[in-house]
DNA sequence: TTGAAAGCGCTAACAT
DNA sequence: ATGTTAGCGCTTTCAA
């Protein structure tokens, strides 16, 4: 028997001090026409009789909803979660709410998601692209729909939009020399699916790297996992027998299991096999061996994420500029999985 | 000089078919009246012209948004974005969205979160109260305003809502008599902010462990800290000149610091000093030794959470049962780092 | 089975 | 400086 709750509307407002709604609206706004003493009547009006603005009707007059809908594989791994962070800390700051919708790394649900925030209207759409997705349509369809959209982490050129990314290149690349610097020749690598870009680009960093030190590339040395503790137990094992001196894993969790392999196997780190991950998850710097690995910078990657769809939001349709493309530098991390060399 | 994106009304969609929009609509929403028909070329013609519905527009009628808030510490945080995930999982497939915003263990943060899911119409709350907060009038008006409010792992009884914690006085519990049971009888506590109900509860459990095995509280190994590696550190440093023989550490990151303090010290784990924390961080499993723990179900809680969410709007204003509190039995994952006695 | 009309709460264009 | 009016896109009541 509880009753209907009624909630205050700029008319109650209005009524209560003889004014017009609209006049009512434009104090609360701060609109410059109104005179200070009725902006102040009505602010306080509006205290008085616990008003709450109604942010669906603005919406629907206004057009606009001052809401970015994220796309993100899972809130569950450590990476988006700080991604989101930065995300949201940015939106907030600027007016804006986030609503969170999650992939679980299906096609399916990306494409969901993005129909979803399609009907809500939000104003904007930050993405990270799911591991299964090859067919980009439904992104494309909000570009032409005019929402802006701002990939991070897992971009693709074909979509020309702005995106934040880390270089994988680069940070695979002075992972890989990090190695040969400490005296590593045979260096291993497991990497992961080759259709994700990241992962792909930092095979290319290892090759580069090897290239570079006139190291041959050696395709026994290379292995292709799913990126996991598990896989990374597994193609450990089939390295083992090609006597690497080192390893870069294409992320911890990666490095782990090959770690755990290595152990098994008698064999020290990293005297016997060097070894750096990629990502600096938390745990990386409480392994023993603390395992060396390439720092992300996720939750800026977030900031700038957000920070470029404001930027977008403020263009939007004027320029014909190529879209922003922000690239990170990873840094690596150096600790003791990796410290051949003494100093 | 982009065109202006025009959308597809369900106006546009009558005007084509030579209906009226009330006719669209209902077929649209598959009600009962309309014929098989014109449902049917509703919605061929709804398709080719590649309508996307409008929930703004739907929500301000209805009155309802199809929009959970959640007010989480920090996405960055491991646990938080475990929950997270538990929730965005139950909300979609209910058909809701997740309206994200962090409080940063900020009052002042909290306070605004509350208001912008009133200004935005949300269909219910989902929160866990930040450390800092003391003052909880703003959730009551959320109860008061009939905002559905579900609490999840920082409740507080007083709110009279459903919530879904830990039993955290359990798992202190279990936690210490584990290590009784491993022989240790100097058993060290590393506690946080006692205002904070979960580790209030959790010194509790330890207190009681104690109490039960007749073994006496001895105030000299109890220590406050902040929650943090540094202050794990911090803490042990003073509770090593009273010879415990175990710690029973608040969470993960306090035992971790005091792991670095005991390994600096000289003394073996969990030979000398046996440890166990709590909140099964990831990178427990895999510290050396690695690290015994309390495991939280996190992503099974927001699942509840999300679950008792829905369970409360559908009986709204109905029921003057007491509110539903689901208690989550943890449970203790013994590793290297308590295995005192062999076997 | 369908249509006409009203209204959710807000804002903006156009008055005065 | 303020009021009048219309309308954002949808759903629902009432009528036919």
């Given at each position: 028997?509880?009753?209907?709750?009624?909630?205050?509307?700029?008319?109650?407002?209005?009524?209560?001090?003889?004014?017009?709604?609209?006049?009512?609206?434009?104090?609360?706004?701060?609109?410059?026409a109104?005179?200070?003493?009725?902006?102040?009547?009505?602010?306080?009006?509006?205290?008085?009789?616990?008003?709450?603005?109604?942010?669906?009707?603005?919406?629907?007059?206004?057009?606009?909803?001052?809401?970015?809908?994220?796309?993100?594989?899972?809130?569950e791994?450590?990476?988006?979660?700080?991604?989101?962070?930065?995300?949201?800390?940015?939106?907030?700051?600027?007016?804006?709410?986030?609503?969170?919708?999650?992939?679980?790394?299906?096609?399916?649900?990306e494409?969901?998601?993005?129909q979803?925030?399609?009907?809500?209207?939000?104003?904007?759409?930050?993405?990270?692209i799911?591991?299964?997705?090859?067919?980009?349509?439904?992104?494309?369809?909000?570009?032409?729909?005019?929402?802006?959209?701002?990939?991070?982490?897992?971009?693709?050129?074909?979509?020309?939009?702005?995106?934040?990314?880390?270089?994988?290149?680069?940070?695979?690349?002075?992972?890989?020399?990090?190695?040969?610097?400490?005296?590593?020749?045979?260096?291993?690598?497991?990497?992961?699916?080759?259709?994700?870009?990241?992962?792909?680009?930092?095979?290319?960093?290892?090759?580069?790297?090897?290239?570079?030190?006139?190291?041959a590339?050696?395709?026994?040395?290379?292995?292709?996992?799913?990126?996991?503790?598990?896989?990374?137990?597994?193609?450990?094992?089939?390295?083992?027998?090609?006597?690497?001196?080192?390893?870069?894993?294409?992320?911890?969790?990666?490095?782990?299991?090959?770690?755990?392999?290595?152990?098994?196997?008698?064999?020290?780190?990293?005297?016997?096999?060097?070894?750096?991950?990629?990502?600096?998850?938390?745990f990386?710097?409480?392994?023993?061996p603390?395992?060396?690995?390439?720092?992300?910078?996720?939750?800026?990657?977030?900031?700038?994420?957000?920070?470029l769809?404001?930027?977008?939001?403020?263009?939007?349709?004027?320029?014909?500029?190529?879209?922003?493309?922000?690239?990170?530098?990873?840094?690596?991390?150096?600790?003791?999985s990796s410290?051949?060399?003494?100093?």
């Open positions: 028997m509880s009753e209907p709750i009624v909630r205050t509307t700029i008319l109650d407002i209005a009524r209560e001090l003889n004014v017009a709604a609209a006049t009512v609206s434009r104090a609360l706004n701060d609109h410059p109104i005179s200070i003493a009725t902006r102040e009547a009505v602010k306080q009006a509006a205290r008085r009789m616990n008003y709450q603005p109604n942010k669906i009707a603005s919406s629907l007059r206004l057009g606009r909803s001052k809401i970015i809908g994220v796309i993100i594989p899972s809130a791994i450590n990476f988006f979660g700080s991604v989101i962070h930065g995300i949201e800390k940015v939106a907030s700051r600027n007016g804006y709410n986030v609503l969170l919708y999650q992939s679980n790394e299906q096609y399916e649900l494409k969901k998601a993005v979803t925030f399609l009907h809500s209207r939000v104003d904007g759409v930050l993405a990270s799911s591991k299964e997705t090859i067919n980009l349509k439904h992104y494309a369809d909000l570009k032409s729909k005019g929402v802006p959209l701002v990939l991070f982490d897992r971009a693709h050129e074909s979509l020309q939009v702005p995106s934040v990314v880390v270089n994988d290149y680069q940070g695979a690349f002075d992972a890989t020399s990090h190695l040969i610097q400490q005296g590593c020749r045979r260096i291993a690598h497991i990497g992961g699916q080759q259709h994700v870009t990241n992962f792909n680009q930092r095979l290319r960093g290892y090759i580069d790297a090897l290239n570079v030190h006139n190291i590339v050696d395709d026994d040395l290379i292995a292709y996992g799913k990126v996991s503790i598990e896989s990374g137990r597994e193609c450990m094992k089939n390295l083992l027998s090609r006597n690497p001196d080192a390893l870069f894993a294409v992320e911890d969790f990666t490095a782990l299991g090959a770690i755990q392999t290595i152990k098994e196997a008698g064999l020290r780190i990293p005297e016997d096999v060097a070894i750096i991950g990629f990502a600096n998850e938390k990386s710097e409480y392994l023993t603390s395992l060396s690995t390439v720092n992300q910078h996720t939750v800026r990657m977030g900031e700038e994420a957000a920070t769809f404001f930027e977008l939001l403020q263009k939007k349709g004027s320029s014909k500029l190529p879209p922003r493309k922000l690239v990170l530098q990873p840094e690596i991390i150096v600790r003791a410290a051949v060399k003494p100093g």
